[in-house]
């Protein structure tokens, strides 16, 4: 979440796993360790969806998330 607090603006799923990762000191995450980390935010997204924390925004290949309010 304090990822997408400090942009201010809605941000793609793989724009956050990365820096997520640089943020734990991976530099240069390799394929497999970035579409994990992808995954694992979308899951953890879809949860905060339905708590109302988070918002999608867009569809397909422009999808953004950000947070609500």
Known sequence: MDIMRAEGKPLPVVVIAVR?????????????????TRLRLSQTFWVWDK???????????????????
């Open 51 to 69: 708590r109302g924390t988070t918002v999608k925004v867009g569809r397909g290949n422009a999808t953004r998330r950000a947070l609500r309010g």
């Open 20 to 36: 997520a990762l640089a943020r734990k000191g991976v530099d240069q995450p390799g394929p497999a360790l970035r579409k994990l």
